[in-house]
């Protein structure tokens, strides 16, 4: 029988091969504490930490993390500054870890925005690790998903122009090729913690498939069973992929 494109994802419930997540509720869980909104967003790096051990011992592939989207320069600029070194500083410490565990680091978003200095330490890290084979470890800096679609149509609107193409050629896979994380799996899982039911100009068009799990858990508070957590929903879920409930199970059934 001819295997449907959603069989491989659906039957014998297997494991996510790309995860995304919103890392959201740093700011509460260090106000909740009377501590300075800073004190959690350093906090929330030892989640980062511990949820991409949890994704390599999971075997993922791909782990795409939000750490400052495309509207958080609307922030007081001290949180913004704070931000900025944090993601210098952690940069400089951890590349040579991952490195280490052959995990490959890319950033996606708008990098022109940043400081030099900050630029050429997002240059080094990618360099250092590029050749990588584990874990592919996206982080999401300066990052908007309508910021991401926007660039690709400029992408093939320059391409047009030039006459290298036709606008008739543009197809969704060829408009796909243009967005971030393209060579990578489909999104499988999308969480968000700290309890907001939204996606903040997050990943747009790379979620459309994905499920979505949102969790009350502020960030800095998640680490291994939070992550469990929410794989086990994933596989308690029945992807369809616009077939119907009925075809997916015969499926199922039949690869037994
Ligand atoms: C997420 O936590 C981290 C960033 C957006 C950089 P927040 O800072 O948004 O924390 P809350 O939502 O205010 O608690
Ligand atoms: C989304 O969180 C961005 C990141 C986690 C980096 P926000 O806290 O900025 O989202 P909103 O503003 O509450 O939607
Ligand atoms: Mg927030």
Known sequence: MTQSPATEAVVGKVSPRHIAIIMDGNGR???SRGKARIMGH?????AVRETVRCATRLGVESLTLFAFSSENWRRPEEEVNFLMEL???VLGREVKKLHKNNIKLNIIGDCSAFSERLKKKIGEAQALTAGNTGLVLN??????GCWDITHAAQQ????????ELQSSDITESLF??????SEQPPVDLMIRTGGDHRISNFLLWQLAYAELYFTDTLWPDFGEQAFSEAVAVFLSRERRFG???AQVRAWMNDSK
């Open 139 to 144: 982080v999401a800096a300066n990052y908007g």
């Open 42 to 46: 350093k906090q929330g790096v030892e």
């Open 87 to 89: 993601f210098l500083l």
């Open 243 to 245: 077939y119907t409930g």
């Open 156 to 163: 093939l609107a320059e391409q047009v122009a030039r006459g």
């Open 176 to 181: 796909a090729q243009q967005l971030s994380l």
């Open 29 to 31: 869980w260090a106000q």
